[in-house]
């Protein structure tokens, strides 16, 4: 057996011209990649001979040296005793954060998911609290997804058998125990050390799918790896322009399993996010593919990780992608009737009607709002059983679950809540956060009188205030409002101290 490497001898290696970095105590020769890294050489000459774990992990897989590193540059295992640590100046703004830590609310306060939220604002660091909360532009849309649902009011039935409700319903085909999913978001360890894995084992408990994202911070296999039994999950693709990787990451999704393949088609390029921006995250570098060099690493996280995504995909890889996958194929990001009646010719499986919640295109619709332009249509031409219709964004409470179902939706995907449920409190909060949907979700129902899903139809809402334009009066949200995080100016340097 070759002997350790010392700290001293990979320090020695600090330069643009010898780059060696340390990650989960091996040591890695990264110099012919730098000019290929995604996230800019910057971030990785900041590490150059130094351990860079700690900044490694939030973002990348663990095999992402394996899948992408030649072999010939693994250099092997180092004696971490031996690797200088670094002292860091203390962070006041850390320590407040510690301190709020340690003064967390328990999480038998949270009472539904906006609390998950505001806790999650308090304890999350900023950087992984902008990339999470932020929206595109001025972020109208990202607002416009939740306050829709308030334009949507109920006609209950009353005297109707409500003593056994059953809100389980199929999915794709597989069985669910209540018509939500959890829907892809990047970068789940910013939020937790376990990343996705954490959403995995939720979904799990609850029967519900796991939707993996292509941006994860686990890799794909350590998520599918992590399901338990017959446990379902979907994969959500962003469509490499190379179309070998793309096909690879499909078959190989289908040959572990997966259930349904989600296209996301509404992300050309990743939308303008301010915040995301302004907290200077954009060193923190790629997760998993290949990328331009000449993307904008100024703006932000997104823009870094995203440098791989085909501007070029169109309705004519369209029959290439049925041909590939015996998967259901889902196009995630439609937003108008007739992207949706093009998708039924062209025989895809369903849709999610989606602005990727708030994060692409700002002044695009809310996803209810198009799911109640939609319906109607494909019912005149007799078409609401030959595809099956998704939303998601701004769902908040099992109410917006159920108007969504009532207006024709199969079910509806849960991003952003579940991320802040486990940010603030791991598995437990998001355990907690897809039993109280449960819990709302039977409570709704008795109150609407639906005993079962078939039961939910547009008769029992009225979405005047939805369809007669974007002029509806909508009630304030005091929940919503406290947990929004305004979007700020520039802000002027410190007067210098004498």
Not at 57 to 73: A, N
Not at 80 to 97: G, I, L, N
Not at 422 to 438: C, N, T
């Amino acid at each position: 057996m070759s002997a350790k490497l010392t700290g001293a001898e990979v320090a020695k290696h600090n330069s643009k011209d010898s780059c060696w970095v340390i990650v989960h105590g091996k040591a890695y020769d990264v110099t012919e990649f730098l000019p290929e890294h995604p996230g800019g050489q910057k971030i990785i000459l900041k590490y150059a001979g130094k351990d860079a774990t700690e900044e490694f992990d939030p973002i990348h897989p663990r095999d992402t040296l394996d899948k992408y590193l030649d072999p010939s540059k693994h250099l092997g295992e180092v004696d971490m005793s031996t690797v200088q640590q670094e002292e860091r100046a203390e962070d006041p703004e850390e320590a407040e954060r510690q301190e709020r830590i340690k003064r967390m609310p328990p999480l038998s306060q949270c009472y539904n998911l906006l609390d998950f939220e505001a806790v999650a604002k308090r304890v999350m660091k900023k950087t992984a609290w902008a990339y999470y909360s932020s929206g595109a532009d001025d972020e109208i849309t990202m607002r416009e997804n939740h306050s829709a649902f308030h334009k949507i009011w109920f006609r209950p039935r009353i005297l109707v058998d409500v003593e056994n409700v059953d809100f389980s319903t199929t999915m794709l085909g597989t069985k669910v125990s209540i018509p939500f999913y959890v829907t892809a978001t990047a970068l789940g360890k910013l939020g937790h050390p376990e990343g996705e894995v954490v959403l995995t084992k939720g979904a799990h408990k609850h029967n519900v799918i796991q939707m993996i994202p292509t941006l994860a911070s686990c890799s794909f296999d350590e998520i599918v790896d992590a399901r338990q039994g017959n446990q379902v999950q979907w994969l959500q693709l962003y469509v490499n322009k190379d179309r070998e990787i793309t096909k690879r990451i499909v078959q190989h999704a289908e040959a572990r399993g997966c259930k349904g393949l989600f296209i996301t088609v509404d992300a050309p390029q990743l939308g303008r996010r301010e915040k995301d921006m302004r907290s200077k995250f954009n060193e923190a570098g790629s997760n998993v593919q290949e990328g331009d060099e000449s993307v904008d690493r100024s703006q932000g996280a997104a823009r870094a990780i995203s440098s791989f995504i085909d501007p070029s995909l169109s309705w004519k890889d369209i029959p290439w992608f049925l041909s590939i996958t015996k998967m259901p194929i889902v196009l995630k990001g439609v937003q108008c009737v007739e992207d949706v009646l093009r998708a039924v010719e062209m025989g895809v499986h369903g849709v999610v009607l989606s602005n990727h919640g708030g994060r692409q295109l700002d002044f695009a619709r809310s996803a209810i709002e198009v799911l109640a332009e939609v319906m109607p249509i494909l019912r005149e031409r007799g078409w609401e059983n030959k595809i099956e219709i998704y939303i998601d964004g701004g769902i908040r409470r099992a109410t917006d679950i159920i108007k969504a179902l009532c207006l024709g939706a199969k079910g509806v995907g849960i991003g952003r809540p579940f991320l802040y449920a486990m940010s603030a409190y791991g598995l437990p909060g998001v355990d907690r956060a897809m039993q109280l949907l449960k819990d709302e979700m039977e409570m709704n129902m008795r109150l609407i009188g639906a005993s079962r899903i078939e039961d939910l139809n547009p008769s029992m809402v009225d979405v005047r205030g939805l369809v007669g334009g974007h002029n509806a009066v909508v009630p304030s949200d005091t929940l919503s409002i406290g947990v929004y995080d305004q979007l700020q100016s520039p802000r002027f340097n410190e007067k210098p101290k004498l």
